[in-house]
């Protein structure tokens, strides 16, 4: 736009130079940009247009090993800019923002708590989460560990219609004692076997097992049958999980 054009020619006419903080900052400042002073997405997509042009590689560290005067500023960016996006009710296209972060555990985390925060969401539409396996290539594991934490918080709270759309998202089939069975077949797709199998041990087993009729038995047996492939991956969180406790 005429508006983003100008800011990027008054950056170069003073003379700001690639890992410039203080120049990032002033040029990406809402005022001058939008009548919305919480309104980080503009800020953000022209502050990435001035890296991309400038040809400059994300801002490194101190001579310490502390996060730069620039990292932080950008840091700060992409996290306003997600901020602005969830707020507008866009909380798939917020995660955009988020992979621009640096360092993997960083970036990890806080892409996992913006899909954590919108689980029923993703339950409820395909779309968003196309979105976010198609177009952002975020694993689908994540979204099916978001989807286990919101039954298992629904379950607790005695929700009962979390259960169906969780089934439903997954496309897992129905279970006689649903709440449990959503919970279960999300840590299956999320690749979460050792939290699976100590569910499937401690709640969801005796619960089918206790199931009047042949359809709580035929569930167990489903059920185990879908964890067994990963029976080893179970036992070596199970004695990870035992020696940390020593």
């Given at each position: 736009s005429p508006d983003t054009c100008l800011r990027l020619l008054q950056l170069a006419a003073r003379g700001a130079r690639a890992g410039d903080g203080a120049a990032l900052a002033a040029l990406a400042a809402p005022a001058?940009?939008?009548?919305?002073?919480?309104?980080?997405?503009?800020a953000w997509a022209l502050a990435l247009a001035a890296r991309v042009g400038s040809g400059s590689p994300p801002a490194p560290a101190d001579e310490d090993g502390d996060e730069s005067?620039?990292?932080?500023v950008e840091r700060a960016l992409h996290a306003s800019a997600s901020a602005a996006l969830e707020a507008v009710g866009s909380p798939e296209w917020a995660a955009?923002?988020?992979?621009?972060?640096p360092g993997p555990a960083a970036r990890a985390g806080a892409l996992r708590a913006l899909l954590s925060r919108h689980a029923p969401r993703w339950a409820a539409d395909?779309?968003?989460?196309?979105?976010?396996?198609?177009d952002l290539r975020l694993p689908p594991s994540w979204i099916a560990a978001a989807l286990a934490e919101w039954a298992a918080s629904a379950r607790r709270a005695g929700d009962g219609s979390a259960s169906?759309?969780?089934?439903?998202?997954l496309g897992a089939p129905p279970s006689p004692s649903p709440g449990l069975g959503a919970e279960f077949s999300a840590r299956l797709a999320a690749r979460d076997w050792a939290g699976a199998a100590h569910l499937l041990a401690s709640q969801y087993?005796?619960?089918?097992f206790a199931e009047k009729g042949s359809a709580g038995r035929a569930a167990l047996r489903a059920a185990l049958a879908a964890l067994a492939p990963y029976a080893?991956?179970?036992?070596a969180a199970t004695a990870a999980a035992a020696g940390a406790r020593e």
């Open positions: 001058g940009l939008t009548p919305d002073p919480l309104d980080g997405f503009s005067a620039m990292a932080a955009l923002p988020l992979l621009f972060l395909p779309a968003s989460r196309d979105v976010l396996t198609g169906a759309a969780i089934m439903s998202a087993g005796p619960t089918l080893a991956a179970v036992d």
